[in-house]
């Protein structure tokens, strides 16, 4: 079965900067989401990522998809406390609309 | 915009009670799916249904059952509540998967959550 590792688990910024979480899978990526998610809550989702090389933006968050590398990046750019939650990728799992999620990165952005 | 939306935020029940979280979407997606999201493990997927009455197992069905009697609407159900059942529930749904190369799903849409405590 397919995995997803996140990294890191866990990240501490000071408003400003920029921060990058990677996610790694076990096997071929097809198509590759991201989602944020505040405490407590649901997941909102950013953006799907379809092809190697690809990329997209939403506000100053950027994805990219490394089709080779079987990995994917997300890029935060000049960091608020908006942005502060927890970030998790999923990935299309190969069954019937089946996604295998990531465990998450917890972003805080300090003032 | 895609709404999920469930019954309760918040929910405590005693063990061996029958605990029902209701989803319902507004979107006429075909897809809908019952998730359980645990401190270091991540998202689990319990259930899906891809049509109504329709249902399939996921990852962890064990300890729980489904329903879908309409389109918008998605139960869970937990027969016997126990307290290794404590968790959030994330219910998720999406439109019926259209192929574009060899992508196979769409997009799934998550309602807000309910934190269920077992004592």
């Known amino acids: 079965s397919q995995e997803l590792e996140q990294s890191p688990q866990s990240l501490i910024v000071q408003e400003g900067k920029n921060l990058t979480i990677n996610c790694t899978s076990s096997k071929t990526l097809y198509g590759l989401y991201w989602y944020k998610q505040k405490y407590g809550e649901g997941l909102i989702f950013l953006m799907m990522l379809q092809k190697g090389g690809e990329e997209k933006s939403h506000e100053k968050i950027t994805a990219k998809l490394d089709e080779k590398k079987q990995q994917s990046s997300l890029h935060i750019t000049a960091s608020q406390p908006s942005h502060a939650g927890i970030y998790l990728c999923?990935?299309?799992?190969?069954?019937?609309?089946?996604?295998?999620f990531g465990t998450g990165t917890k972003l805080q952005v300090i003032p | 915009d895609v709404k999920v939306t469930q019954s309760s935020r918040y929910l405590v029940k005693r063990t061996g009670e029958k605990v029902f979280l209701e989803c319902v979407q507004d979107m006429d997606h075909e897809n809908m799916f019952w998730y359980r999201q645990d401190p270091g493990l991540g998202l689990r997927l319990i259930y899906f249904?891809?049509?109504?009455?329709?249902?399939e197992k996921g990852d962890i069905p064990e300890g729980y059952s489904v329903s879908r009697e309409k389109k918008e609407r998605f139960s869970l159900i937990l027969e016997s509540a126990s307290t290794n059942q404590t968790s959030m529930y994330l219910c998720?749904?999406?439109?019926?998967?259209?192929?574009?190369?060899?992508?196979?799903?769409?997009?799934?849409?998550f309602g807000p959550g309910t934190r269920l405590t077992v004592l």
């Open positions: 998720a749904s999406s439109l019926a998967p259209k192929y574009s190369g060899r992508v196979s799903t769409d997009t799934q849409y």
């Open positions: 999923g990935a299309d799992a190969g069954g019937y609309q089946k996604v295998t």
């Open positions: 249904s891809y049509d109504v009455k329709m249902k």
